[in-house]
């Protein structure tokens, strides 16, 4: 079970190339949300203007030339809340197949109860150009193997974009994210 903290895991991930590829391993950070979706909206790429978090499953993307990272974030995706999930990313050349992962946990299962989930990952050492993106989800104990949630190519000259996965409005299972507050500021009088 995914602690009370959103965990980071790095992994390396070599890719399988026949013929060659440009990028031989691309390193990731994937951030998996509590039930609920992330606290902080610029976890999931988000401003906290960005109102309806229930009303959408969102794929957004944001890319930071200077430290050549692409990162991707969806959110509000609903899945069972019992489970585990995972995301990860395969690159080859420009094509990103990124992968969100979601299984039975163990000997708990299922409780067959949606809940809102985000995940996010990031990808580095990214050259600025046109890239190739296919959003995956396999939810192992469905029948049918991973599917295709969305593919497009993405222009790295703009630095972000959104993509609207699913448009039908959650139903109870998703909570409007409570941001954390801010303190007021207040300036000394002297």
């Given at each position: 079970?995914v602690?009370?903290?959103?965990?980071?895991?790095?992994?390396?991930?070599?890719?399988?190339?026949?013929?060659?590829?440009?990028?031989?391993?691309a390193?990731?950070?994937?951030?998996?949300?509590?039930?609920?979706?992330?606290?902080?909206?610029?976890?999931?790429?988000?401003?906290?203007?960005?109102?309806?978090?229930?009303?959408?499953?969102?794929?957004?993307?944001?890319?930071?030339?200077?430290?050549?990272?692409?990162?991707?974030?969806?959110?509000?995706?609903?899945?069972?809340?019992?489970g585990?999930?995972?995301?990860?990313?395969?690159?080859?050349?420009?094509?990103?197949e990124?992968?969100?992962?979601d299984?039975?946990?163990?000997?708990?299962?299922r409780?067959?109860?949606?809940?809102a989930?985000?995940?996010?990952?990031?990808?580095?050492d990214?050259?600025?150009?046109?890239?190739?993106?296919?959003l995956?989800?396999d939810v192992?104990?469905?029948?049918?193997?991973?599917?295709?949630?969305?593919?497009g190519?993405?222009?790295?000259?703009?630095?972000?974009?959104?993509?609207?996965?699913?448009?039908?409005?959650?139903?109870?299972?998703?909570?409007?994210?409570?941001?954390?507050?801010?303190?007021p500021?207040?300036?000394?009088?002297r």
């Amino acid at each position: 079970m995914v602690s009370s903290r959103i965990w980071t895991a790095l992994a390396i991930v070599g890719a399988c190339c026949v013929g060659g590829c440009s990028s031989a391993a691309a390193v990731q950070e994937a951030r998996i949300s509590e039930q609920g979706g992330f606290r902080d909206p610029e976890l999931r790429l988000a401003s906290v203007e960005d109102g309806g978090y229930c009303g959408a499953e969102v794929l957004r993307w944001q890319y930071d030339e200077a430290a050549a990272t692409l990162r991707f974030a969806d959110a509000r995706l609903m899945l069972d809340c019992c489970g585990k999930r995972a995301i990860h990313v395969e690159r080859i050349d420009s094509l990103f197949e990124i992968t969100e992962r979601d299984e039975p946990d163990g000997a708990a299962g299922r409780c067959h109860e949606q809940c809102a989930f985000d995940l996010a990952v990031g990808v580095q050492d990214v050259p600025r150009g046109e890239v190739y993106v296919k959003l995956l989800r396999d939810v192992v104990d469905q029948q049918g193997g991973p599917a295709v949630i969305w593919s497009g190519s993405l222009d790295l000259d703009v630095a972000a974009g959104a993509v609207v996965l699913d448009d039908s409005p959650a139903d109870a299972g998703c909570h409007e994210p409570s941001w954390p507050s801010r303190r007021p500021t207040s300036v000394a009088a002297r």
